[in-house]
DNA sequence: CTGAAAGCGCTAACAA
DNA sequence: TTGTTAGCGCTTTCAG
């Protein structure tokens, strides 16, 4: 089964040469039909695959496609992994994860090895510590076909898939504003990230249609992503301490939604009676909450789909792509 | 930095065969100093990288092991998926997932499709499907390195990695019998997997030391594992209207904890007061609802660690294994 | 110590 | 219609 036959055992069973099989498997029409039919059927039999790293020395292309992302255990990228899965296993090209840890420099390296692995092209959410990104840049400008989801890059030229942040944001906001809440605070990741940005906007937005004032003090930037539980802690006790404590938090994402959860528990502050929570998230156990959150949802699935779909268009075009769109999905709001 | 330079270049630019070049990168003895100082130095200057998938031809390995799991989408698998990729990150080996979805069939092709793709090792967790695993035992039959992570094959010869689910069964069931719940049910995963038995069977033995019968009407087997909300939602409702109408639910899986959380919600009985739920899970957001639930957690990061680990350790062994262990790691029992 | 050449599995240009 | 052969990038025998 896994020492598998070549196409040589099987010229050498039937006598005939090897570019003959070759061409009875790739249905070349320059071949006798039962020459042909004989190869097949014989291939069939003995169960022959063809070795794909020999096709891909040969094509110099992988059919694999490298995916970036800071973690695999995040509601959300794990979503979006299962739709990359989905659409990439249907085409024939598997997929190679790495995750960065929202580091800037395990970010790079890990661009570096997918494409020591020789990938067809990759698929990125952008790290928490990146600005720069010349590195993707390099790369598109020769022509290598790379896709952004979610946490895309400003300013290249590529195909990117990303969630309508500022709708979410603006309508989380929107419905904390509607409950009544007056001082709401936004607790979010690096401002590098231009989801942060967008977030950021409708979250203002939103203050700005119901006339309430925006202030800075009221924002604390993560910048790692709330992967360092420290950061968030601080960022919290700073907004409660503050001269003007908020009576409301809306969180960024889905990591800062949980922490903020937990810190909120730790200092023994009820949601919604001591300090009301809503955020993004793309936990199905959130929605279980006593009473919910209001969430921001992302169609993480469907954006790993499109964003799969995209780049193997990219990699199976046969002119160079130099028409890009951007994707923008909406998010799903889930008021409680 | 994609078109790589080849040994070929190198062997041009500098004027020596590229056997030579070869030699020198891979620090063979039998070459002359300064021959290799001048490649090593050139190569390194313009940044060679070796092709890996010429390699992979060459060696007839390619340096990736494959995963099968059920779900990425599942907070103990992608945790464990997290602990594979560090592992074999820093090992050189690149990670390719698959899902089964919980599909026979889906898993064989998983399979079927890794080895198709050359991977040198496979890392898998049965489907709750699988009864059948000839398969597998095929494979290691001929050598070929398999471990199996949580939910591992019964009878089959190879390395191991599980938690003690007994213990964690027994654990969680008995602090539910401490806190004073007599009719304990138990809503579990396939009757397929060993891991369900383990479970049912520290399940009992906890029922067993503290008196309690056990009644067979108590244990409900959800065989697509609460992929099938329904099949979870017949269940609690069978449980609920019977006459021996539990007091509390033990649930022996991740996504079931989750499932029955969310059908007791939907069917407004709060927990503990109508209804107690406790069960296993990693999802770290459990722990965050009040009251928080009494769940086990599995060591999924380290499960996937040590998995990989051994893995990688059989792949590299120059001759073949034949002594396997069985990990049994502890579970956290995470008590309200 | 170094080079030439074969071979890993496959495709495709070239010959027949 | 079929066969022969070169070549993808690399290692490794075998000669020198």
Redesign the pocket.
Known sequence: MFE??????I?KAL????????????G?????????KLVLEYAEKIN????P???S????KSHSIGVVVCEVANDYFSQAINGIESIAYNRGYHVIITQTHESFDRENANVKHLLSRHVDGLLVSLSAQTTDTSQFKYLLDKGFPIVFFDRAAPGLETHKVVADNFKGAFEATETLIKAGYKKIAHVTNSNNLLISQERLDGYKAALHQYGLEFSPEHVKYCNHGGKIIEEVEIAINELLSSVTRPDAIFSGSDKLTISCMGILKKLQLKIPDDIELAGFTNSDVVQLFDPPLTVVRQPAFEMGQVATELLIKTIESKWRVEEFKTEKMPPEIIIR
Chains 1, 2 share one sequence.
């Open positions: 598998s036959v070549t196409i040589k055992d010229a006598g005939v040469s090897v570019s003959t099989v070759s061409r009875a498997l790739n070349s029409y320059e071949i006798g039909s039962d020459t042909k022959y695959r063809p070795n790293i020999a096709l020395l040969k094509e110099q």
